[in-house]
């Protein structure tokens, strides 16, 4: 298996594989593009041919070609392998173990795809279905939608269903992975977790079906249960990465460069089918990271068309503040008092829904909007509710002169002053110190001399990369190299050493898993500020001598404790053998600070 990762990793390129996805521009000897995983202006993210790596100094991840595409596409190793193997042209030698693995998610698939027939067979063309097909077409969907979702519906009774996947020979166990199916505990037979209910499969961004969301309809015997339910976590299906009709959606996100979020299917659907392509559904007013970075890839806007009291939901501003930080342009599409939901406003009126729509406004208006309608700034207690709300998601805001802004209006919209603003937000320092850090004056950090040689040795390792033979510098430099005190500096000081022969990229791939990730970053630093090979031996001579001051320091310390301790022992034989090696110690160290070697 190794063997062929590294027989794939010699045949392609990882600039032609990123560029596939992320448009990369050449300046100087490596490519740029703004950062895939994170959102930024500025691009950050950095390909280096030489070493077939990437590292994005926003975020901070990095890796080869391998991780990008794992990051990229949220796919395991195996599918990365074989994705990159098609590029190559290389055979893969099958792992029973990982084929194994892949097997059995492909059958979950299969397996939740026929299920879906069967539902949405059900629904269009059983008289099972009749009840929930109505209150489906009643709610203003049309059968052409309801194929493109492929809703469906579970009869109450799931000897039906079991009955149907049985006959295609699958194993119990494999049905019950799925998470749809259950074993009763009333009979021997399988239960259905979706009976009585509609379903709407959900797919990943790739269109497979993952797993199933399933609603009550009103005419349900039992109305006390959940409105909605969702398949369990599986092998397959992960809550935390699904967007709802993203599968659908992607393309016209991208094109439009914007994404209508709702919360729930029908709310989803609607839209859509008016028109609305670029929308999707978080399932909830929560987002997270996983689903951010999956929308990251088509847009920077986000448009929230979430109920109209998620301003004041704290899983909602929890969101709002996580896709700030990833740099999303935010707006809300506000239905104000009108309707609840964008399902309701599509069917009751559509042209106000487009209306509002194009007027979509900046988040943190929104907020400072909503807050002011429901309390009375003209009192103090009005202003204290308000600030208490708004503050804490305005101190969020990553863009500082947005941030500034948003101080600013809010201070006019209660009558107050600026000051009193940035005054008041210092009381929420401790839930977010980052933004307001305060340094003591008078208080020095000290930095000790192992931090401090530390420091000095990733200076000088970051260098020696950096030049344009490093193998070639790092012999000359050896009695430098062999002396460094920090072990994983040593380690990639050891195998530049090794021979004389090997490339960047050798070195890279010869290291220990553990060390690799720093000497890709030593790698991406030392280009950042590029200099001739003169400034570059200048400045490796300044680190070694700084670097041997301190050992030098830290050896006089040593050699002062053995002198005090043979002077209280009168161990004068010894005491003249230390306070030789002090006074000679003592003369390096003035030789190195008057510049004289």
């Known amino acids: 298996m190794d063997n062929q990762v590294e027989e794939i990793k010699q045949k392609v390129n990882i600039i032609d594989v990123i560029n596939r996805y992320v448009p990369l521009k050449k300046r100087g000897r490596h490519h740029f593009a703004c950062c895939p995983f994170h959102g930024e202006k500025t691009p950050s993210f950095t390909v280096s041919e030489e070493l077939q790596i990437f ?43 990982i084929d194994h693995q892949e097997s059995k998610k492909k059958l979950l698939i299969e397996i939740n795809s026929q299920v ?6 059900i629904l269009l063309s059983h008289s099972l279905g009749k009840d929930a097909l109505e209150y489906v077409t009643n709610r203003g969907i049309t059968l052409e939608t309801i194929k493109t979702f492929n809703i469906g519906f579970s009869p109450e009774d799931s000897k039906y269903l079991s009955n149907f996947i049985l006959k295609k020979g699958y194993k119990i166990d494999d049905l019950i992975d799925t998470g749809t199916f259950g074993n009763s505990r009333f009979n021997s037979g399988l239960y259905d977790r979706f009976n009585g209910r509609l379903t709407f499969p959900l797919l990943d961004y790739r269109g497979h079906i993952v797993g199933f969301s399933g609603r009550i309809l009103p005419t349900s015997k039992n109305p006390n249960l959940a409105k909605y339910i969702n398949s369990p976590e599986t092998e397959i299906y992960h809550k935390s990465q699904m967007l709802f009709g993203l599968n659908l959606a992607k393309e016209a996100i991208r094109q439009e460069n914007s994404v209508i979020v709702v919360e729930g299917e029908f709310d989803m659907i609607s839209p859509f089918q008016s ?3 670029n929308i999707v559904a978080l399932k909830g007013t929560a987002f997270t990271q996983d689903q951010l970075q999956l929308l990251r890839r088509y847009t920077d806007t986000l448009i929230l068309a979430l109920d109209s009291d998620f301003a004041g939901n704290n899983a909602a501003r929890k969101s709002i503040e996580l896709a700030d930080s990833m740099e999303f342009d935010i707006k809300v599409l506000n239905l104000g008092d009108k309707y609840k939901d964008p399902d309701e406003a599509i069917k009751s009126d559509l042209e106000f829904f487009k209306f509002q729509f194009k007027k979509a406004t900046d988040v943190w208006d929104f907020i400072i909007q909503s807050q002011l309608k429901i309390h009375d700034i003209n009192t103090i207690k009005g202003k204290k509710e308000v600030l208490s709300v708004v503050l804490p998601l305005l101190i969020k805001i990553k863009n500082s002169v947005v941030k500034s802004d948003y101080f600013k209006k809010l201070a006019n919209e209660i009558n107050s002053s600026e ?16 933004n307001f850090k305060l340094i003591p004056k008078g208080v020095e950090i000290i930095e000790t001399s192992e931090s401090k040689t530390e420091k000095l040795e990733e200076l000088l390792l970051t260098l020696i990369i950096g030049a344009k033979d490093p193998v070639k510098l790092s012999q000359k430099l050896k009695k430098y190299l062999d002396q460094l005190t920090v072990s994983r500096f040593k380690t990639i000081a050891k195998y530049l050493l090794e021979k004389e022969d090997l490339t960047l990229r050798q070195i890279l791939d010869s290291l220990p898993a553990e060390i690799k990730p720093l000497f890709e970053n030593l790698y991406f630093e030392s280009q950042k500020n ?53 006074n000679q110690t003592l003369e390096k160290l003035h030789q190195l600070q008057t510049n004289k070697i």
């Open 116 to 121: 879906a027939k069967f539902y949405n067979y």
């Open 419 to 434: 000051e009193s603003i940035y005054e008041e937000a210092k009381k929420y320092q401790n839930s977010n110190p980052t």
């Open 530 to 582: 590029q200099i001739d090979s003169v400034a570059r031996l200048s400045e490796i001579k300044k680190a070694t001598n700084n670097i041997n001051k301190i050992l030098l320091k830290d050896r006089l310390n040593q050699l002062s404790n053995q002198i005090t301790k043979f002077e209280s022992e009168e161990n004068e034989e010894a005491l003249k053998e230390v306070e030789t090696e002090y």
């Open 55 to 97: 590292k994005c100094f926003g975020c901070g991840k990095a890796g080869d070609v391998f991780t990008f595409l794992q990051e990229y596409e949220r796919i395991d190793f195996r599918e990365a392998l074989e994705e990159l193997a098609k590029l190559s042209g290389v055979t893969l030698i099958k792992s029973s173990l």
């Open 275 to 277: 028109g609305f392509k």
